[in-house]
């Protein structure tokens, strides 16, 4: 079935340096693609979204690639911050008419000063 | 505007007992789904709700059974509870136009002793 893998973390970085968190799929047909990030003892906040192949989505100066040929949508941010400590979770949309979100098992990111 | 909201927060059951969860959209918004995600794992898909009926559903048991008012709030139910129905119980709300894109709730933490 449809699944979604992602590197597992913590993944540790000092502020303003770069980051990638990883995110592979398995799908059949061109599901939508998404980042969600988790901050402790909340829920999950949409970051990003790409609906089909070569989009990019962008926000807060986060940015995934849709890639068909990898099946990827890799976590990019150039600069990251403190704030940007959270869990984030890569997912995609299935089923009929998308309406089923499957996710990876989240990683967890730790920017110190 | 606000977002999507549940209740309780938190909530202690013991074995064999039942519980009610419920969740208020988005304004604006006709589609509740429910997800169960258990520590350290990310979410994973219960069943959605679209004009009062049960629309699609994931692989958990009929223990887990819900409904959806004419309001669109919803409430899921977890009868005959068990230690491993523990988890963050998640709402997510989104609208028919589309459907793929979900908006989430903080969640209920279900303690199951």
């Known amino acids: 079935g449809d699944s979604v893998t992602q590197m597992e973390g913590p993944v540790t970085l000092s502020e303003e340096a770069f980051l990638t968190i990883n995110c592979t799929y398995t799908?059949?047909?061109?599901?939508?693609l998404f980042w969600y990030v988790q901050y402790p003892g909340e829920g999950l906040q949409l970051l990003l979204k790409?609906?089909?192949?070569?989009d990019k989505g962008s926000n807060k100066g986060f940015e995934a690639t849709y890639r068909k040929e990898t099946t990827s949508f890799h976590l990019e941010k150039g600069s990251v911050q403190v704030s940007d400590s959270a869990v984030y979770f890569c997912?995609?949309?299935?089923?009929?008419?998308?309406?089923?979100?499957?996710f990876g098992t989240g990683t967890r990111l730790l920017v110190s000063p | 505007d606000a977002g999507v909201t549940q209740s309780p927060t938190h909530l202690i059951k013991t074995r064999g007992q039942q519980v009610t969860l419920r969740c208020s959209p988005k304004?604006?918004?006709?589609?509740v789904s429910w997800y169960q995600q258990a520590l350290g794992q990310g979410p994973q898909f219960i069943f959605q709700?679209?004009?009062?009926?049960?629309?699609q559903r994931g692989n958990f048991p009929d223990r887990f059974s819900g409904h959806q008012f004419p309001n669109y709030s919803s409430e899921l139910n977890v009868n005959a509870l068990l230690l491993g129905d523990s988890a963050l119980y998640l709402c997510?709300?989104?609208?028919?136009?589309?459907?793929?894109?979900?908006?989430f709730g903080p969640g209920t933490r279900l303690t199951v002793l």
């Open positions: 709700y679209y004009e009062e009926e049960e629309r």
């Open positions: 997912a995609l949309a299935y089923g009929e008419g998308f309406q089923k979100l499957v």
């Open positions: 304004s604006g918004h006709d589609t």
């Open positions: 997510a709300s989104s609208s028919e136009v589309s459907t793929d894109t979900q908006y």
């Open positions: 790409a609906t089909k192949a070569d």
């Open positions: 799908a059949t047909g061109y599901p939508s």
